[in-house]
């Protein structure tokens, strides 16, 4: 296993002094070459989770295993070899690039701090680098205000690519990027995985993105795994409500996008739940279509293995009361039928 | 015909820099009416954000910019008042939503005084008011715990929190265009959606007219009534969103189509991106810049740059060939679903 996370817990403290759970009792497996796709809504706690993983923040329970080496107790500089093969493409792009340092210096920044190369070596790998990502050469010398969304996106991308790492967590690596320039980044991300073995946490909103990269997914919402799955498995036979709402409401380019969106809305109805005071019982039972007073109102779901235990459902486990019980048409067709009908 | 709200005419943006002068924007000429939506979409790269801050004049410190061309907004144009005038305007009448939440909030102000500022600002509310507005609008764009939540710094908020902060800033002032960059791109499809639609609602109901950049074939397709396309700081086409989908006429806008992720199947095995990469905006362009990308390519599209030929009412597309595949494509089609 390249990442083992087991019951992993961060807190936050809001403004008044109450603690938020941010990520509460997560457990995930990454192996090699393998890509486990997170999504969730918008504040449930995946980049949380994607920086405790790193220990880029502290974590106050649960344990994590990063390529074998447990970094509850590690530190220094221990932690910071171990981190150099699991580098962060952060979701933030602009934020996350020094703005005194030029292209150049921030894609070589790793070589250098690592002392891989000399300096001839390293300007040439940082110049094919950018090459892969789609960066012209005219950029070399710019700093990051200078660039456009997209470009600043890539230089983290580069970053993180050009010391060969053994995993790569990416927060929203590709939502600035034209869809060519996408395709290009995704193609190279799948090459790496093909002839290095690389491994990625990846997370992104686009499900379609996430669907074309990953072998698994894991679903999170309000700070805990709802449902994880072999990727087909979770975009093909969702069990978890909160899943089957996400996969129902991708919006497509097409001229009925916009009948789709008020579908999609009708869909998110009800209260937005917080963090800071998250419903008892199942997280989800605040929108849940098919909740109940007892069991969803009152104690939270276990997580259970549904389906057989190998093939093609092998390891696709959900975290709700009724997940035997719902037999909701599949979503997806529910909303197209509509839309067909309107 | 009435003026439109906004009208940018020849439109030219370019950065001295150490290696050279950049032409981030190259003769962008588009107009937008009071209660329309005006998507722009395109290459990452390609003068979009540029084009949006030019229009508040809204330029890093040691940016060496250099403009020419006319912004006329309520008739006035805006390359040609002075900044105090600007600094009214911005927030006020013109909202603006930008590219990257984080570094466009201020780091060390609670989100909430943040919108307020704002709102005292431009319409001379009281503090109490000015906050208790706030946090409607916070509440408004989803921010769960609005009431509480809004005394804590940006930090404290995921991606796409900050990014509904931002649009509560934008509309804080009822604008009468807003410029919205990217702005739902870390959002899940269901907050996605809910932003999508009080834009919308805000759009119906206060006429608030809406610039939308995004590279999200879906949120374009749900939320504008007319697209325009860009490549190497130029425009590519110009069409209503109807066309964009049926008939699409530059081989760059069929491109992107191409590519347009389906979530109905599996994207299978390697994607194909459109070859080549875009020219290097530090040297002049003679020809249409997608020509070396272009399978379609003659020998005039490498030499002279191709002219935006009027195909329709709303729809224009620069591209020698245009005419000749309007002619090939009048029957309806969705280019972007013929399997490849
Ligand atoms: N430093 C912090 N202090 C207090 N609360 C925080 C802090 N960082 C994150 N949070 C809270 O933790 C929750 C999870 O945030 P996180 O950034 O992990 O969400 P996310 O799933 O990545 O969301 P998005 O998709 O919007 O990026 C949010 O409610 C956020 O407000
Ligand atoms: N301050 C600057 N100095 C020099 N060049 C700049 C500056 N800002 C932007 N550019 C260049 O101008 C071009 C247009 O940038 P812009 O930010 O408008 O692109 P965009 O279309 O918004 O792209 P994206 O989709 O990636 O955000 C880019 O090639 C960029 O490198
Ligand atoms: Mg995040
Ligand atoms: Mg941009």
Redesign the interface.
Known sequence: MVLEVDDLVVRFESADGRPITAVDHVSLRIGRRETLGLVGETGCGKSTLARAALKLIPFDEGQVKLLGRDLGDLGGEELRSVRRHCPMIFQDPRGSLDPRMTVGRIIDEPLKVHRLGDAAQRAAQVREMMDLVGLPEELHGRRPVQLSGGQQQRVGIARALITRPSLVICDEPVSALDVSIRAQILNLLADLRDTLDVSFLFIAHDLAVVRHLSDRVAVMYLGRIVEEGPVERIFSEPRHPYTQGLVAAILRADNQARERLQLVDRLAAGDLPSLLNPPAGCRYNSRCPYAVDDPCRLIPPDTELVGDAGGDAAGHRVACHLHGQITPPSSEVTLSESWEKG | MSTPLLEVRDLCVS?A????V?RAVDGLSFSVDAGEALGI??????G???SSLSILRLF?LF?DVTLSGEILFEGRDLLRISEAELSRIRGGKIGMVF?????SLNPVM?VGEQVAESIRFHTGATRPQARKRAIELLDRV?I??AA??C???PH??????RQ?VMVAIAIACEPKLLIA??PS??????????I??LL?ELRRELGIALIMIT?????????VDRVLVMYAAQPMEYCT??HL??RANHPYTE???R?????DH??GG?????EG??P???EEISGCPFAPRCGLAEERCHNDRPPLVRLGPHHESACWLATERAARLTTPG?P?ETPS
């Open positions: 950065f820099t150490r290696d050279g950049v979409v395109g290459e990452s790269g390609s979009k954000t540029v890093g940016d590219q990257d939440p984080l570094t609670p989803g769960p715990d509480k939540r005394d804590e710094l404290s908020f995921s991606g796409g929190m509904r960059d990217e791109t870390a959002l899940d499809v269901t907050v996605q959606a809910q999508l639609l919308d590279h999200d074939f879906g949120v374009v397709a749900a939320t969103i109807e989908f049926d491109g992107l189509l590519l347009v992720p389906r979530l599996r994207m390697r994607l194909r991106p459109i990469q875009p290097a905006l530090t969705r972007w």
